[in-house]
C-alpha cells in the first residue's frame, strides 16, 4: 500500500496539466503536457500540441484551478492547471 504523504496523496488520482509557449522541442506550437502525481515521482502523459494560448487551453478539461507561476518555473510555462 502507497505511504500517505500528509494530507496531500489519498490513493486517488491527481492530474497537472502545463501549458508551454514554443519549447525547444516543438519551437512552433503551444504544448500542453499533462502529468499524473504518484506518491513518489511525476509520470508524464501524451501531450497536444496548439498553435496559440486559446488553443492550448481548449485542450484543458474544464472544472479545473489555475496554478500561478512560481519563481522556479520554465520560462516556458505560462499556465498549470491542478484536478
Known amino acids: 500500500m502507497p505511504r500517505k504523504a500528509k494530507g496531500i496523496y489519498s490513493g486517488g488520482e491527481l492530474l497537472i496539466y502545463a501549458i508551454y509557449r514554443r519549447p525547444s522541442d516543438y519551437p512552433d506550437n503551444y504544448v500542453v503536457r499533462p502529468w499524473r502525481v504518484l506518491p513518489s515521482h511525476l509520470e508524464p502523459l501524451k501531450e497536444q500540441l496548439a498553435d ?3 488553443g492550448a487551453r481548449k485542450l484543458i478539461p474544464r472544472g479545473l484551478a489555475r496554478l ?3 519563481p522556479g518555473d520554465d520560462p516556458c510555462i505560462l499556465e498549470t492547471w491542478i484536478t
Do not use: F, P, T
Open 68 to 70: 500561478r507561476r512560481q
Open 52 to 54: 496559440d494560448l486559446a
